[in-house]
């Protein structure tokens, strides 16, 4: 199996900040990676899949890189609309999620 | 445009079996490339992929669960059923099952649905 590790678990930033949150793999998944941020009580939303390819109508504030086993997350000026939990998954063997991050708007 | 609604009991007994549908809208499951997953998230916790059906009715579980669960599909009716055996507490969660496109990622997801198991 594969596992993801993310970190931080929780980071507190200010509006117009810049975010970054990575994503570990446990092993090689080459750029099979997306990117979901999920808001409280609601479904998560695809942010960025392989890697670094922002799905349409994202803002982009929000971009992915990375390869291998390390992934970066980063958000770009923290917008009050961006306080959610965001999850990475690998889709290279089957799927997994990390265990998230939630990011809190000071 | 597509969307996906996830629908069976709220609540359901230890060791109960539960069933799950997804019905969709604004794709076809017969499509190349396309298949309809299920991922649980158990109260306050992370996402956990549980299974996937293909557009040509190939299957994939986890591995973790694979004996406890079954997934199929009616193409006729644009739905998709989720059953997972010998319910637990530890198996409460809201289900989601989104869409799986091509590009091997969820890009369209349901609204969810809660499940609690108690006696």
């Known amino acids: 199996d594969i596992q993801m590790t993310q970190s931080p678990s929780t980071l507190s930033a200010s509006v117009g900040d810049r975010v970054t949150i990575t994503c570990r793999a446990s092993?090689?998944?080459?750029?099979?990676l997306a990117w979901y941020q999920q808001q409280p009580g609601k479904a998560p939303k695809l942010l960025i899949y392989k890697a670094s390819i922002l799905e349409s109508g994202v803002p982009s504030r929000f971009s992915g890189s990375g390869s291998g086993t390390e992934f970066t997350l980063t958000i770009n000026s923290l917008q009050p609309d961006d306080s959610a939990t965001y999850y990475c998954?690998?889709?290279?063997?089957?799927?997994?999620f990390g265990q998230g991050t939630k990011v809190e708007i000071k | 445009q597509i969307t996906l609604k996830e629908s069976g009991p709220t609540l359901v007994k230890p060791t109960q079996t539960l069933t799950l549908t997804c019905t969709f809208s604004?794709?076809?499951?017969?499509?190349?490339?396309?298949?309809v997953g299920w991922i649980r998230q158990p109260p306050g916790q992370a996402l956990e992929w549980l299974a996937l059906?293909?557009?040509?009715?190939?299957?994939r579980y986890n591995p973790s669960l694979k004996t406890r669960l079954t997934i199929t599909r009616d193409t006729s009716k644009n739905q998709v059923v989720l059953t997972m055996a010998n319910m637990d507490p530890v198996d409460t969660a809201t289900y989601y099952c989104?869409?799986?496109?091509?590009?091997?990622?969820?890009?369209?997801w349901g609204q969810g649905a809660l499940v609690t198991v108690s006696s």
């Open positions: 998954q690998q889709y290279n063997v089957l799927w997994t």
């Open positions: 989104p869409h799986f496109g091509p590009a091997g990622h969820f890009d369209y």
């Open positions: 092993q090689s998944i080459s750029n099979w």
């Open positions: 604004g794709f076809s499951l017969s499509t190349s490339g396309v298949g």
């Open positions: 059906i293909y557009w040509n009715d190939d299957k």
